[in-house]
């Protein structure tokens, strides 16, 4: 375990229901064990429950996160996004806010549809799971959609699906050492 991240935070936000787990505990995991502190965040606090039967317990409720208290916000994929995330408002401010704020800025799977909701990727390059709706979203929204695992544009990074969380942690980990 390195500690290069130590002091630095990270928001965390999971779907309530329908997380993709890999997408939430392997980034998750490698922050941890880079020695960042991780607060999961979703829209209640009560247990949050993935696709493949994985639990996590958030520590704070997505409306009561306030993103100056962290250097990144990290938001997990999974079919529960499109329900809990895309029109959460909050969250689209949360992200704009972060964006603003010079903050690492990361989603992955179709959650990178919420960052082009906030217009955060707006001439940027990234990816998103690829179905004709969430390219879609991405592309009118002004991004610039790659179809990679992991595409990192200044400290945007999106990750496209579960077997990219690995690579996807890791590139938010590096973004964060350049913020």
Known sequence: MTA???GESILLVVAQEQFRDEECFVPKQLFEAAGAKVTVAAEFKETAKGT???TIKPDIRISDARIEDYDAIVI??????RKYLWDNQYLRELVKE???LK???SAICISPVIMARAGVLKGKESTVFSSPDTVNELKEHGAV???R?????GRVVTGRDPKSAEAFGK???KALKKA
């Open 4 to 6: 290069e991240h130590k």
């Open 171 to 173: 590139a938010v980990l």
């Open 145 to 147: 959609y790659l179809d």
């Open 52 to 54: 493949l039967g994985g």
């Open 76 to 81: 997990s994929g999974g079919p529960g996004s």
């Open 98 to 100: 972060a964006d603003s």
């Open 149 to 153: 695992d992991v595409v990192v544009s």
């Open 103 to 105: 903050k690492v800025v």
